[in-house]
């Protein structure tokens, strides 16, 4: 098992940033991939952006150049530094982990909510 602890979530005007962090513990071995997904209200989960244990980095096409994610491999952590934030990005934000033994096993945060008034 993985736990996953977020941190860093709020309240913001637009046009304003927020950074979201993310503490793993437990089983962390093997964890390929972390990221951040978020769902908004009457919506489905949807991705953010993810980050390999390589650096390989994915993003939604609506948070590029927007939204950065990092990862420190020695601490088992992954950021999320979210910048000219919009209305449209309030959602509750989830923490995510993949691991590989055998097959995929995913592992989610308990979520922040970010808030991003007009």
């Known amino acids: 098992q993985v736990q996953l602890v977020e941190s860093g979530g709020g309240l913001v005007q637009a046009g304003g940033s927020l950074r979201l962090s993310c503490a793993a513990s437990?089983?962390?071995?093997?964890?390929?991939?972390m990221g951040w997904y978020r769902q908004a209200p009457g919506k489905q989960r949807e991705l953010v952006a993810t980050i390999t244990s390589g650096g390989t980095t994915n993003y939604a096409d609506s948070v590029k150049g927007r939204f950065t994610i990092s990862r420190d491999n020695a601490k088992n952590t992954v950021d999320l530094q979210m910048n000219s934030l919009k209305p449209e990005d309030t959602a509750v934000y989830y923490c995510n982990s993949r691991r590989f033994v055998l097959k995929f096993y995913d592992y989610w945060g308990q979520g922040t909510q970010v808030t991003v008034s007009s």
């Open positions: 437990g089983s962390i071995s093997m964890i390929v991939t």
